[in-house]
């Protein structure tokens, strides 16, 4: 963890010139750098450099062809950090399930299959913190998400109709459920909103993980969660037709506009 932490700070502080030809806004390029947001928010932008990073699994030696080549230790660092991070991603999952009265593998297969992608956030110090945000409200379309935190706060969650700050624990990471875990769950599982907070004096760097379905994995509310009383909230959909939904939905500053996944769904 800290070796990760330490590369991702190494490779912000590189002059500019050495990160210039890895800068794009094409959504559909597996590693770039870009700022703003993966969210379709019109002409707003928010404080936040980001190093787009996917890795295929098994074979994540194969990954990172595309990737920066400095500093030079970052691909063996990245490449070892997401291995040992998704192992952990998976064993919460077992967890997960066995709380859950659910087999352990239950999750395993193509829900948690698709590419591991990282997300190496960087938010640089904002000379006026009132007038952005470094990320958006939102909830992680994904199936898991663990975040390697900074101890420089900004993370705040959406609780009871307020924002939550999030104080970093050394040594752990944050763990979000995503929004396949809710609809899987039938909405036993939430998937939490979340956001960022820009800081007028000190950079921020964290590390997203995420655990993915593959793109053409059809998931919609498990029978082990449906009943006569209870039946599907949500719609059956490919996790790809899933994004495309998603990816349109207009973010703002309300508690009110990303928590109801249902709503979301109704887009189609």
């Known amino acids: 963890m800290r070796d990760m932490e330490a590369v991702c700070q190494e490779f912000?502080?590189?002059?500019?010139?050495?990160?210039?030809?890895?800068?794009?806004?094409?959504?559909?390029?597996?590693?770039?750098?870009?700022?703003?947001?993966?969210?379709?928010?019109?002409?707003?932008k928010y404080w936040r450099d980001c190093l787009r990073l996917a890795c295929s699994f098994p074979d994540v030696g194969d990954s990172p062809s595309g990737w920066p080549d400095k500093p030079q230790r970052l691909r063996e660092v990245v490449e070892r950090f997401t291995v040992q991070t998704r192992g952990l991603g998976m064993e919460v999952l077992r967890l997960l399930c066995e709380g859950l009265g659910l087999r352990p593998d239950y999750l395993e297969g193509d829900i948690s299959g698709g590419d591991v992608v990282l997300h190496v956030n960087h938010y640089p110090p904002c000379p006026d913190p009132t007038a952005t945000l470094g990320l958006p409200p939102h909830c992680d379309r994904n199936l898991l998400t663990l975040l390697l935190p900074s101890m420089v706060r900004g993370l705040e969650v959406a609780y009871q109709g307020d924002w939550i700050k999030v104080d970093p624990v050394p040594g752990a990471f944050v763990v979000n459920f995503g929004c396949q875990l809710e609809v899987v769950t039938n909405g036993v599982l939430k998937s939490i909103e979340h956001r960022v907070m820009t800081n007028l004096g000190v950079a921020r760097t964290t590390v997203a993980t995420f655990i993915m379905p593959t793109?053409?994995?059809?998931?919609?509310?498990?029978?082990?969660?449906?009943?006569?009383?209870?039946?599907?909230a949500y719609r059956t959909m490919t996790f790809g037709e899933f994004k495309r939904i998603y990816s349109v939905v207009k973010l703002g500053s309300s508690l009110n506009l990303t928590t109801n996944l249902k709503d979301v769904q109704k887009e189609l």
């Open 12 to 44: 912000f502080a590189l002059p500019a010139e050495d990160k210039a030809g890895l800068y794009s806004e094409d959504a559909g390029k597996t590693t770039r750098i870009y700022s703003s947001t993966m969210f379709d928010t019109g002409a707003e």
């Open 215 to 232: 793109t053409d994995c059809l998931i919609g509310p498990a029978a082990e969660f449906l009943s006569d009383d209870n039946p599907p």
